[in-house]
Structures are given as C-alpha cells and as structure tokens.
C-alpha cells in the first residue's frame, strides 16, 4: 500500500503563490510516477503536472499552467511539491496528489488539498 498526504492548499489573492506539497509512506518502491491533479466545482478531475520518479526526473505540465507551475520531488524526504506562481481565479480547485505505482500497476490517490483563488 502507499499512503499520499497533500498540505499546503488555502487562499491566495490573484498574483500569489502556494507551494503543494505531497508525502508518501508505505511501498513507495513500487512508484514510478507521481502526479497532481485538479478538480473544479462542475468539472472534470485534470491533470497538471506530472513527474517520474527515476533518474532524470522527467516532468510533464498541462498547457494552462505552464510557466507558471513547477514540479519538483526530494527523494530523501518522500515528497513532491507543485509551486505555483502567478494564480489566477481559475486556478481554485481541489488538488490530488496521484501516485502510480508498479507490480502490481496501481493508481493511489490523496484526499485533497483545497486551493482558492480570489481577491
């Protein structure tokens, strides 16, 4: 099993930073890839930014927060962070932290953090 524990969510007014935050625990081998996700109200769970979890650290980022948000990991404390710069309204979402993991291939997911953009 893996555990994913998302902090670092609140409000912001238009222009501001957050930094996301992520912790995992328990078979984190098996990881391969972490991912955030956001939720809108009325709208479909999407995807972010993703990074893999080998060397290199690959990292992917949806074209709406690009430029603006950046995904990073630090191996030695099990955590992946998502800065996010210049926040707009429509930012305001709840953000999941999103692990896949290996042998056997399985999705985990975090509660959620609530980020609020607004004045």
């Known amino acids: 099993q893996v555990q994913l524990v998302e902090s670092g969510g609140g409000l912001v007014q238009p222009g501001g930073s957050l930094r996301l935050s992520c912790a995992a625990s328990g078979s984190i081998f098996r990881i391969n890839a972490m991912d955030w996700y956001r939720q809108a109200p009325g709208k479909e769970r999407e995807l972010v930014a993703a990074i893999t979890m080998t060397s290199g650290s690959s990292t992917n980022y949806a074209d709406s927060v690009k430029g603006r948000f950046t995904i990073s990991r630090d191996n030695a404390k099990n955590t992946v962070y998502l800065q996010m710069n210049s926040l707009k309204p429509e930012d305001t979402a709840v953000y999941y932290c999103?692990?896949?993991?290996?042998?056997?291939?399985?999705?985990?997911w975090g509660k959620g953090t609530l980020v609020t953009v607004s004045s």
């Open positions: 999103h692990a896949r993991a290996i042998l056997p291939r399985t999705d985990y």
